[in-house]
């Protein structure tokens, strides 16, 4: 294209102003005639939905292209987010948000005859990410597009997201969810942006030693992008996801035409199986091949198209200037093929020597961890690596040999935990293994952690002697939350009370302001505008489980949440033997004993990976309570047990801002950082919680009188699970009770006792109850009691909760992604004028 085309060639078109309604609707008509998925002379509400999703796509699209514009004019250092995952939800109402023009989309569809509650609930979820680390890295994109960062999110384009959940009477159940059923509205297909990606080959070495990775299968990767917006800027940045495909030529018409239909069509299907389904990555195990084939995908196309775009905008090229322009951060170990495949192209592709590569590698790439389970930190094979990627290997395999060098060179000492310190794992001659962990953290120039917990137990324990040996690698980066989605547009009510008490708006890219309501907390006129803002959110979400799930719940009574992937480690568990232990003690109160207790609605919501089967026993549990409870007429006026089925984005946008307390219950050092926990402080609802993740510093920013805290701190964990290995624990006659209650078959006949043997005997994880259910469960039970202590006070709750609010502006992810961008990847805004 010639350098003066983007003024000359493409007429500029008018796309919808605020206050323009009119302009809007004649916009949502036409694409509702010509860009539609539908037959015409049909304008339901499910048209409508695509049609308006397409006018804002337009004014999306002009932003992005103004945008990509601006940056290869300025060129400044940019950054690239590698995911496996993205947890983005729904569009619609973030983006006419984050555009300004929610006000000018509802006239529109007021005039067409539509109201934009029902259209927007058309949208379905593009859940591609399993949970906080998947959403975690959709709050980024919002916060590096609002900071006018130039930045780009990569990630695969599965066809099916994470799993849809349906709860029937035997528990849960999963189906495949087609977000793409009806294609997705946001994407744009770049059919100019295409690179190869090989898999398996040789490795050819030319006669001057170069080494050259050859043969295998050749499959190309297409991008999509989709528009991510910022709020209150132009910048509108991008989230490029990839699709596996087989060009044309390499369809087999010799095979086909000869009758060989399923030969003809081999590469394809294996194509299709790439960007299939979105594995459920979350802590668990998956030994398979084609993960790592999703994995070097993402990290071959990613870094095929980073290069081209460093090519494009550099003229001559100079390659120490690589690490000046480019910045790559690895979400969790998932993309740390991004390492070798860096070395790989410098070396073999452009002639760079092994040092030169390996300075511009390091250099470039910063590596974020989010998990201590060790079930959750990659191994992998090293006959399937060398079989997949085999000059991958043998890059891995000289790093490692580097670092053995490097070791016994600068730090003898160490030389007797250098076997389990390596790369490679070779302490199993019959299963040696990559560890993708070492692998980071022995390339990258950064590792850090989700919160200061979590990154100390990095430095002390998970890492302690890499971070002996590079202490200025590690750093902490406490996550945080996008106010956008999750308070200005899921509590659209709250956020108006708190603009009106801060008279600004403004909180809602500089968060800190919040800190302004403190001193209106003990204010009465604006605890009942509050307690009545809370309660719409009730009536809304009650609404919503009435419509969608089928039961009643009383917005009267205190809303209590637990929602988050089902895991031991997180103790739905503990929460649902506490719910049974009040259950029994309700039903055998005097009925004026009951009608003095708080009335409760403990709700949980959550997804269990589908092999897991203590955590589909704990799913199971929770309906057969609550099927008893809410249908035993004495108790259920005081106490309700809803499961709420197929928990995601969406519906998290329903159930926090409705939520008076909310549970953040883990076993202390096991949960990194939690992110539902900002979401809930900042909407208001108190936490009930341990010492763990960012519980912490939520706890200190709004104050240890408005948390209610239990539980063993992460520094006694190991001696209380020895002293519970050596028979010393005592149970509470409490927890006993509870689980007699439960083997009485008080909630049905379902085999629950591998749950109950995991809290006393043998477990997976070791002697009984690794988790700490019954060590904890004392404590719990009485910080259940100062909760419903202190609800009876509806002044001093509504102060409490005010406060969360007001001490939540730590917990923006704009504060998060400045420190990335300051401390870790030194790019600057570059914001378009
Ligand atoms: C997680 C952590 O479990 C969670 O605590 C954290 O908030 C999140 C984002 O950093 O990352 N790690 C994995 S694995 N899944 C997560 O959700």
Redo the contacts with the bound molecule.
């Keep these: 294209m010639a350098s003066n085309a983007s003024e000359s060639a493409v007429p500029a078109i008018a796309h919808p102003t605020p206050g323009d309604s009119f302009g809007v609707a004649a916009n949502i008509v036409y694409h509702s005639q010509f860009s539609s998925r539908f037959s015409p002379f049909k304008f339901e509400v499910e048209q409508a939905f695509y049609a308006t999703a397409a006018s804002v796509k337009d004014a999306l699209v002009q932003r992005w292209n103004e945008t990509y514009k601006h940056f290869h004019e300025e060129d400044p250092k940019q950054v690239y987010y590698l995911s496996m995952e993205f947890l983005q939800g729904r569009a619609l109402t973030n983006a006419i948000g984050n555009l300004g023009l929610s006000d000018a989309y509802a006239a529109a569809l007021t005039k067409l005859g539509h109201d934009l509650e029902n259209v927007r609930e058309q949208e379905k979820d593009a859940a591609l990410g399993?949970?906080?680390?998947?959403?975690?890295a959709s709050c980024f994109l919002d916060s590096m597009a609002t900071l006018d960062l130039p930045a780009w999110g990569y990630g695969l384009r599965y066809k099916y997201g994470l799993f849809k959940q349906i709860i029937s009477s035997k528990g849960q159940e999963e189906y495949a969810e087609d977000w793409l059923e009806k294609s997705s509205p946001w994407e744009i297909v770049r059919h100019d942006v295409t690179y190869p990606v090989r898999f398996f080959g040789e490795v050819q070495v030319d006669s001057d030693g170069r080494r050259k990775w050859i043969g295998g299968e050749v499959m190309q990767a297409l991008a999509y992008d989709i528009p991510i917006p910022g709020y209150n800027t132009k910048n509108t940045i991008s989230l490029r996801i990839w699709e596996a495909r087989v060009p044309a030529e390499d369809f087999d018409l010799y095979a086909f035409n000869a009758g060989k239909h399923e030969e003809a069509v081999q590469l394809q299907l294996k194509a299709d199986q790439i960007c299939s389904v979105l594995y459920p990555?979350?802590?668990t195990e998956d030994g398979k091949l084609l993960r790592l084939k999703q994995q070097y995908m993402l990290c071959s196309a990613s870094l095929q198209d980073i290069f081209s775009r460093f090519k494009e905008r550099r003229g001559a090229i100079s390659w120490d200037e690589f690490p000046n322009k480019v910045a790559v951060q690895l979400n969790?170990t998932h993309p740390t093929l991004a390492i070798p495949e860096l070395m790989r192209i410098l070396m073999d592709d452009e002639g760079l020597g092994w040092d030169q590569a390996w300075n511009i590698t390091s250099s470039t790439i910063a590596y974020?961890n989010?998990?201590v389970?060790p079930e959750?930190l990659e191994k992998w094979s090293q006959v399937v690596m060398a079989k997949l990627l085999p000059r991958h290997m043998e890059i891995i395999a000289e790093i490692d040999k580097r670092f053995q060098v490097l070791v016994a060179r600068t730090r003898p000492e160490l030389e007797s935990k250098l076997e389990a310190l390596q790369v490679l794992d070779n302490s199993n001659p019959e299963k040696k293994l990559v560890r993708m962990a070492h692998l980071c953290v022995v390339s990258a120039h950064s590792v850090n952690g989700?919160?200061e917990l979590?990154s100390e137990i990095l430095k002390k324990e998970l890492f302690s002697d890499f971070y002996s040996l590079w202490p200025e690698k590690f750093n902490n980066k406490t996550?945080g939350v996008t106010p956008r989605r999750w308070l200005r547009f899921c509590s659209p009510e709250l956020s108006a009370i708190i603009t009106k008490w801060l008279r600004t708006d403004k909180w809602v890219t500089n968060l800190d302001l919040l800190s302004g309501l403190r001193e209106f907390a003990e204010n009465k006129q604006l605890q009942e505008e509050w307690n009545a803002a809370k309660l719409a959110n009730k009536v809304r979400f009650a609404d919503y489980l009435l419509k969608v799930v089928g039961v009643e719940v009383n917005p009267q009574t205190l809303f209590d949440i637990q929602i988050?992937?089902i895991?031991e480690y997180k103790r739905q568990l503990l929460n649902i033997l506490s719910v049974i232990y009040r259950y029994k003690t309700i039903k055998e109160m005097s009925p004026e004993e009951r009608a003095n207790t708080v009335p409760r609605t403990v709700m949980f919501g959550g997804k269990a990976f589908a092999t897991y089967a203590q955590a589909k026993r704990i799913v199971k549990l929770v309906t057969d309570v609550g099927a008893v409870v809410n249908n035993d007429p004495n108790v259920s006026p005081h106490l309700k047990v809803v499961f709420i089925p197929n928990y995601n984005v969406t519906v998290a946008e329903l159930a926090i801002p409705a939520s008076e307390l909310s549970q953040h219950i883990?076993t202390a050092g096991?949960?990194?950082?939690?992110?539902?926990n900002m979401k809930f402080a900042l909407n208001g609802s108190l936490i009930i919680g341990t010492l763990d993740?960012?519980n912490i510093e939520i706890r200190e920013e709004i104050g240890e009188d408005n948390f209610f805290l239990f539980g063993a701190r992460a520094d006694d964990v190991p001696r209380l699970r020895k002293e519970r290995e050596q028979g010393k624990f005592v149970p509470d006659p409490r927890f006993e009770e509870v689980k007699d209650f439960i083997r009485s078959k008080a909630f049905g006949d379902f085999d629950y006792e591998p749950l109950l043997e995991a809290l006393e005997g043998d477990t997976g994880y070791g002697r009984g109850d690794y988790f700490l259910v019954g060590q904890d469960f004392p404590g719990y039970l009485d910080a259940q009691d100062k909760v419903d202590e202190t609800y009876k006070n509806r002044a001093k709750w509504m102060k409490m909760s005010i406060l969360s609010t007001a001490g939540s502006g730590k917990f923006s992810s704009d504060r998060t992604i400045s420190q990335y961008a300051n401390e870790i990847w030194q790019v600057g805004q570059c914001r378009v004028p």
Excluded: P, Q
Aim: hydrophobic letters at 25%; aromatic letters at 0%.
């Design positions: 399993n949970g906080g680390l998947g959403r975690l990555g979350d802590s969790d974020t989010h998990t389970l959750a989700v919160a979590h996550n988050k992937r895991h883990s096991m949960e990194a950082s939690g992110t539902s993740g960012a």
